[in-house]
């Protein structure tokens, strides 16, 4: 079946009172808003992703990307389609292929960007998650931290030596331990490694006839325990290390 191709033409304006929303549409999340308005500050190409609306100017696809230029003060570009019905909103919000934010890790990294390159290979090297490096790179570890690789602004924060000094220290339980990757150990191990009291030998010591001990937990503030009981068993009181609070 061949289709005729027309040009579309696509409006812009700063009249942010001219458009409404419809229910239909998805509800309205925050950190998607902070994900936009991040990426709007490095660089705005609105008009090669306008939001699609009806003849009547409500919004049909893009209701995000129009809240973020509304609060920026940036223009709307955006399509009407007269084809675009309402029953056609969950159709396409089911299709769209959004990025992971490794995805934007690899897209950034090939862009050049210095500190998503070492993410990259931090990765690759230790054969981290991007959930698990980030801990180890950042001091925002967490979902401000996917947030940020996300809106193309992320920045390796930690001391790169000592990331990997970390990363070396996480491996050395590989042979006793067939979870050590696991995001939550090594977040866990993060905080036993930092404490001013810790000492790795003697943790692998301990560890060469405590392995058994090892077990997978549900938690970080679980493996902290584990860990902390692996590290004082048979040691004296004034000999122990607490790691966790």
């Known amino acids: ?117 070492v993410l990259e290979a931090y990765m690759g090297k230790w054969g981290f998650s991007l959930t698990t490096a980030l801990p180890m790179l950042s001091t925002s570890g967490g979902g401000s931290a996917t947030d940020a690789v996300r809106a193309g602004i992320f920045k390796v924060t930690q001391n790169l030596n000592e990331a990997n000094k970390y990363a070396q220290r996480v491996h050395d339980f590989k042979g006793h331990f067939k979870s050590y990757k696991n995001r939550s150990f090594v977040i866990a191990c993060l905080d036993a490694f930092t404490h001013p009291d810790y000492n790795h030998d003697r943790m692998m010591a301990k560890v060469e006839y405590q392995s058994m001990r090892l077990v997978k937990c549900t938690s970080k503030e679980m493996y902290l325990q584990l860990l902390e009981s692996v590290y004082n068993y048979k040691t004296s009181i004034n000999d122990r290390v607490r790691f966790s609070s």
């Open 1 to 117: 079946m061949n289709h005729k191709i027309t040009n579309v033409k696509i409006h812009v304006t700063k009249d942010y009172d001219k458009f409404s929303f419809l229910k239909e549409n998805r509800p309205i999340v925050p950190a998607k808003l902070q994900r936009l308005e991040a990426c709007y500050k490095q660089e705005y190409f609105g008009e090669l992703f306008p939001i699609k609306v009806s003849p009547k100017l409500a919004i049909m696809d893009g209701q995000h990307r129009f809240l973020t230029v509304k609060k920026m003060g940036l223009p709307v570009y955006y399509v009407i389609s007269r084809k675009l019905k309402m029953e056609h909103i969950g159709v396409i919000n089911s299709t769209q292929d959004r990025w992971t934010a490794y995805d934007c890790v690899r897209y950034y990294a090939l862009q050049g960007k210095e500190h998503y390159m």
